[in-house]
């Protein structure tokens, strides 16, 4: 059972919404580096913003509403809690998807090369910002578990590891765009985020359903030995 105090309730959706907002400008400042830039993985990046920050809404949504209601059963509580974790999984797996689709979609014709410095720029303010809330999510999952809060540390380590990535491909754009290595560091640098991205939505799912399943046997378990009414 993950049955928080109010004051840690509150310190838990507020750190959802603050994540949520600080998320929204991410798509349309990555989508103009793309139009700036003509970068496989900052394309990539741009796709995978916009899936998540779909999944950090509803995982924001689902908290507030488990968290102010007053009457909920473990068994529902434990049902929309695995919706929005589930969905933070399918987000990061979706996004792996989508980016190796664009990256194979550009090995025989793609040319690195543009202003790359705006999405440098944003990549490492994304690097900052998604570090921290790593490991703000981190200590939160340790001080009490809850799959939403539990998704969202393995959606922001992610997100770290890509910002990472990305930085790294645009950097190798910046210094030479000409170069045949730069090329394949572009593409390479998608590959990375593909992988961890795949990597990284199978662990949170799995995770989620493997705690959720041992909550709902908790509570079936705790029904069942309630005595009978007279």
Not at 55 to 71: D, H, N, P, Q
Not at 113 to 131: D, K, Q, R
Request: aromatic share 10%; with cysteine.
């Amino acid at each position: 059972m993950n049955v928080f105090t109010k004051q840690q309730a509150a310190s838990r959706e507020k750190t959802l919404l603050v994540a949520l907002l600080l998320s929204m400008w991410a798509p349309l400042a990555t989508g103009i580096a793309v139009i700036l830039s003509h970068s496989t993985t900052q394309l990539a990046d741009f796709i995978r913003r916009s899936v998540e920050l779909i999944a950090l809404f509803v995982s924001w949504f689902v908290f507030r509403a488990i968290m102010r209601k007053e009457t909920i059963s473990q068994g529902e509580k434990a049902r929309m809690e695995r919706l929005a974790s589930l969905l933070t999984a399918a987000a990061l797996f979706c996004s792996g998807i989508v980016i190796l689709i664009v990256a194979l979609s550009r090995l025989t014709d793609f040319e690195p090369g543009g202003n790359v410095y705006p999405g440098m720029a944003i990549a490492f303010l994304g690097l900052v910002t998604n570090s921290w809330f790593w490991r703000r999510y981190t200590r939160l999952t340790r001080e009490q578990y809850n799959p939403i809060i539990d998704a969202q540390a393995y959606l922001y380590r992610a997100k770290s590891f890509v910002d990472l990535c990305v930085l790294a491909a645009l950097t190798a754009v910046a210094i030479n765009p000409a170069h045949i290595v730069t090329r394949y560091v572009d593409l390479l640098g998608s590959v990375a985020v593909v992988i961890y991205l795949l990597w990284s939505g199978y662990n949170s799912a799995r995770t989620t359903l493997n705690n959720t399943s041992s909550t709902v046997r908790q509570v079936t378990k705790t029904v069942s030995e309630q005595p009978p009414c007279s």
